[in-house]
């Protein structure tokens, strides 16, 4: 037995919930499973439950054998004083909070047996994903719903970061949008030094500094410009990055947190630095990526001179999906405002697909991917919903254990 298969099983209801008995023999009747906590603490929050009459809001806790409240030190951790009931598996032991034995369902006897043989031998399958030998078997109408599904927790599982950022920014917004865009502008390779860049060199400082400041002071802080800087262009910015250290007391970063290796020229952290300086030159104080209309991007990008470093389509895309998008989606989230989430799925929907291995290898699997909404889903599908074995919590999962 798996104590994930047990939060699963849990979550969805997948038991015999009118006819649920304690071990002590008193009727169980559950209103709210509770919230699934994926964080330290109990299992679930705020269940509600109804033991003989008398109903009980609080946390649930889950364990394959009773005996192991004792072994997870439970009884020492005061997080745990408020579980209203404990699920186990099987019963080997009574457990107590003070004095009070805690409420237990021994889920043995409610379990669907032939269930949990088909999911154990599904997530046991060492292919790409596990349902692989049964892709033929499943509607593909299934497979479409379950990508849609796994791109909305992908933009919701953003929103959420971009949520506590923006708390963590005292709301400032600009500032918010400059970081996400500075490390879709790093990709996936360089998208962490970006990140700590747009901290270290605050677009506060960019503005106040004007336009032709912007691309020296980004090069600066990233550490490309000191005395071992070569390149002939580099000697003036050079004088004027030594003037700014002074002014504000800037720590460069280390180049050793820079990626190269992988990366095409075009694709170097000093090209990005520029086109990422040309970005924010164009939008200078008027900078709200969330309030361009959908068709204003295309033209952003053609008609817009980033000289000699001019984006490519691909990464025009790159920028669009991994800035904009989920600046969108959160924006419907904090404004309480869905055209803006709409907004974000619809320009998805307009850009082409990503192309990528992780794309391809479900190509060979007859998924194809027809936009960027197909494949961002596709993306969270594999990472974070199939190689973590969520089976039950997917519709493909559901369908294939239903029929057996
Ligand atoms: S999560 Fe869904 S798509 Fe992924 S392997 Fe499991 S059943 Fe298949």
Same mark, same amino acid.
């Given at each position: 037995?798996?104590?994930?298969?047990?939060?699963?099983?849990?979550?969805?209801?997948?038991?015999?919930?009118?006819q649920?008995?304690?071990?002590?023999?008193?009727?169980?009747h559950?209103?709210?499973?509770?919230?699934?906590?994926?964080?330290?603490?109990?299992?679930?929050?705020?269940?509600?439950?109804?033991? +003989?009459?008398?109903?009980?809001? =609080? &946390?649930i %806790? @889950?364990?394959?054998?009773?005996?192991?409240?004792?072994a997870?030190?439970? /009884?020492?951790?005061?997080?745990?004083?408020?579980?209203?009931?404990?699920?186990?598996?099987?019963? +080997?032991?009574?457990?107590?909070? =003070? &004095?009070? %034995? @805690?409420?237990?369902?021994?889920l043995?006897?409610?379990?669907?047996?032939? /269930?949990?043989?088909?999911?154990?031998?599904?997530?046991?399958?060492?292919?790409?994903?596990?349902?692989?030998?049964q892709?033929?078997?499943i509607?593909?109408?299934?497979?479409?719903?379950?990508?849609?599904?796994?791109?909305?927790?992908r933009?919701?599982?953003?929103?959420?970061?971009?949520?506590?950022?923006?708390?963590?920014?005292?709301?400032?917004?600009?500032?918010?949008?400059?970081?996400?865009?500075?490390?879709?502008?790093?990709?996936?390779?360089?998208?962490?030094?970006?990140?700590?860049?747009?901290?270290?060199?605050?677009?506060?400082?960019?503005?106040?500094?004007?336009?032709?400041?912007?691309?020296?002071?980004?090069?600066?802080?990233?550490?490309?410009?000191?005395?071992?800087?070569d390149?002939?262009?580099?000697?003036?910015?050079?004088?004027?990055?030594?003037?700014?250290?002074?002014?504000y007391?800037?720590?460069?970063?280390?180049?050793?947190?820079?990626k190269?290796?992988?990366?095409?020229?075009?694709?170097?952290?000093p090209?990005?630095?520029?086109?990422?300086?040309?970005?924010?030159?164009?939008f200078?104080?008027?900078?709200?990526?969330?309030?361009?209309?959908?068709?204003?991007?295309?033209?952003?990008?053609?008609?817009?001179?980033?000289?000699?470093n001019k984006?490519?389509?691909?990464?025009?895309?790159?920028i669009?999906?991994?800035?904009?998008?989920?600046?969108?989606?959160?924006?419907?989230?904090?404004?309480?405002?869905?055209?803006?989430?709409?907004?974000?799925?619809d320009?998805?929907?307009?850009?082409?697909?990503?192309?990528?291995?992780?794309?391809?290898?479900?190509?060979?699997?007859?998924i194809?991917?027809?936009?960027?909404?197909?494949?961002?889903?596709?993306?969270?599908?594999?990472?974070?919903?199939?190689?973590?074995?969520?089976?039950?919590?997917?519709?493909?999962?559901?369908?294939?254990?239903?029929?057996?």
């Amino acid at each position: 037995m798996r104590e994930d298969y047990l939060h699963q099983i849990w979550l969805t209801k997948r038991l015999p919930m009118h006819q649920l008995t304690l071990v002590d023999g008193r009727k169980l009747h559950v209103f709210q499973t509770g919230w699934h906590n994926h964080e330290s603490g109990p299992d679930f929050f705020n269940g509600s439950i109804e033991i +003989d009459g008398i109903r009980w809001n =609080g &946390n649930i %806790e @889950i364990h394959i054998k009773s005996s192991d409240w004792y072994a997870h030190k439970h /009884h020492i951790d005061r997080a745990y004083d408020t579980v209203v009931l404990h699920v186990v598996y099987q019963f +080997d032991k009574p457990v107590y909070i =003070g &004095n009070e %034995e @805690i409420p237990t369902l021994e889920l043995k006897t409610f379990l669907d047996q032939t /269930h949990w043989f088909s999911y154990e031998s599904l997530i046991k399958s060492s292919t790409w994903i596990p349902c692989e030998n049964q892709l033929q078997e499943i509607d593909s109408l299934y497979f479409i719903k379950e990508i849609e599904s796994a791109l909305v927790k992908r933009l919701q599982r953003k929103s959420t970061l971009l949520s506590a950022r923006f708390e963590a920014l005292n709301h400032d917004f600009n500032q918010l949008q400059y970081e996400v865009l500075a490390q879709a502008f790093g990709n996936k390779v360089n998208a962490i030094p970006f990140g700590e860049l747009a901290q270290r060199m605050p677009l506060k400082v960019l503005w106040r500094e004007g336009n032709t400041a912007i691309h020296t002071l980004l090069l600066g802080a990233a550490g490309f410009l000191d005395s071992t800087s070569d390149r002939q262009e580099y000697q003036q910015m050079l004088l004027d990055w030594k003037f700014w250290t002074i002014k504000y007391s800037f720590q460069s970063m280390e180049r050793s947190s820079w990626k190269f290796k992988g990366l095409r020229p075009s694709g170097f952290p000093p090209v990005r630095i520029a086109q990422l300086a040309g970005f924010l030159t164009i939008f200078q104080h008027d900078f709200k990526l969330v309030e361009q209309p959908i068709a204003f991007w295309r033209s952003f990008f053609e008609s817009t001179d980033f000289s000699e470093n001019k984006l490519t389509q691909s990464f025009q895309n790159l920028i669009l999906i991994n800035a904009v998008v989920p600046l969108l989606f959160w924006y419907g989230d904090y404004r309480s405002d869905s055209t803006f989430k709409q907004k974000a799925l619809d320009l998805l929907d307009s850009l082409e697909s990503e192309k990528n291995q992780l794309i391809s290898n479900w190509k060979k699997r007859g998924i194809e991917s027809k936009s960027a909404a197909d494949s961002q889903g596709l993306l969270e599908l594999k990472n974070e919903i199939c190689n973590q074995k969520k089976c039950l919590s997917c519709q493909i999962g559901n369908k294939i254990l239903g029929k057996q």
